[in-house]
């Protein structure tokens, strides 16, 4: 070690420490708030009392006196639980149909158009895989599909079974699952 750089330190370690009245203040900031403020808040703190400090020092002094924040930053969670009601499995993940009309199918997708979101809900077939009809709107309800269905249908097998809908809770046609929703047709009405 050099000769000039010992004594540099050797002088340097006689002096008083230059910060020890910001290092009590923000021993008592920590204190008076149990623990909960960071160096950012602490840093504001200081300079609502007078104290122009930089936050790079006041970081600095607080790994010094090992002062750190008891709070842990929440992480994000959207997960919310089951919410809404759960519908029974109609069609028991069989997406095959032997004859046209006997099932259909809708998806509701979500696009984000000039800072909009706008709700597609195509209705399909399942028996060629063509879609019937098809529903673009500004909420993602299923009152429009309805509407949209009977609309669209093409005998009164499926106005019967509109009709039917209206009476019988709509969860026991519908089965929704992470965002989609399965709409099957009645076997006991395929037959009329």
């Avoid at 399942?126 to 599909?145: F, T």
Wanted: proline share 4%; with cysteine.
């Amino acid at each position: 070690m050099p000769r000039s750089a010992f004594y540099y330190y050797l002088k340097r370690m006689m002096q008083p420490d230059k910060y020890a009245e910001i290092k009590n203040v923000i021993n008592s900031i920590c204190h008076e708030n149990q623990g909960r403020y960071r160096y950012r808040r602490i840093t504001d703190e200081l300079h609502n009392r007078g104290f122009a400090i930089n936050h790079k020092t006041v970081q600095r002094l607080m790994n010094q006196l090992g002062i750190k924040s008891l709070v842990r930053i929440k992480k994000y969670r959207s997960y919310k639980g089951e919410v809404g009601k759960v519908a029974p499995n109609v069609l028991k993940r069989n997406f095959n149909a032997n004859r046209p009309n006997e099932k259909w199918t809708t998806d509701i997708t979500e696009f984000a158009l000039h800072g909009k979101k706008v709700y597609l809900s195509p209705i399909l077939d399942m028996y060629n895989g063509k879609i019937v009809s098809y529903n673009i709107s500004m909420s993602p309800n299923l009152d429009k599909l309805w509407i949209c269905w009977i609309r669209h249908s093409r005998n009164s097998l499926m106005i019967v079974i509109w009709y039917f809908i209206q009476i019988m809770p709509k969860k026991k046609l519908c089965r929704k699952t992470l965002g989609s929703v399965t709409i099957s047709s009645i076997n006991t009405f395929s037959s009329v």
